[in-house]
């Protein structure tokens, strides 16, 4: 059994900083890929970052060089630090982790519930 537990979500100023992270419980595959997503009302999911087992990283236009995503492999966990938050930036993020296919398809095995971000004006 493999679960994805978030946490570091909360309410922020714009401007401010706020870093999530995600800790993989149970076995999970090495050279995984794990990623962060978000989706806000009425807008689909989108990607924000991903990472692969050995550290490379992509990340969406919007990041625009604010955010950074890492990852601790001895504890199968996954952070976001998210700097110079925007309103729009308001979103639930996600966390997920894949096989190393995930890093072109997108496609997870495993989906965490979501951690609430609220950035105000």
């Known amino acids: 059994q493999v679960q994805l537990v978030e946490s570091g979500g909360g309410l922020v100023q714009a401007g401010g900083s706020l870093r999530l992270s995600c800790a993989a419980s149970?076995?999970?595959?090495?050279?995984?890929?794990m990623g962060w997503y978000r989706q806000a009302p009425g807008k689909q999911r989108e990607l924000v970052a991903l990472i692969t087992s050995g550290s490379f990283a992509r990340y969406a236009d919007f990041v625009a060089g604010r955010f950074a995503i890492s990852r601790d492999n001895a504890k199968n966990t996954v952070y976001l630090q998210m700097n110079h938050l925007r309103p729009e930036d308001t979103a639930v993020y996600y966390c997920?982790?894949?096989?190393?296919?995930?890093?072109?398809?997108?496609?997870?095995?495993?989906w965490g519930q979501g951690t609430q971000v609220i950035v105000s004006s």
């Open positions: 149970g076995s999970i595959f090495s050279g995984n890929v």
């Open positions: 997920a982790v894949g096989r190393p296919t995930a890093w072109s398809t997108e496609r997870y095995d495993y």
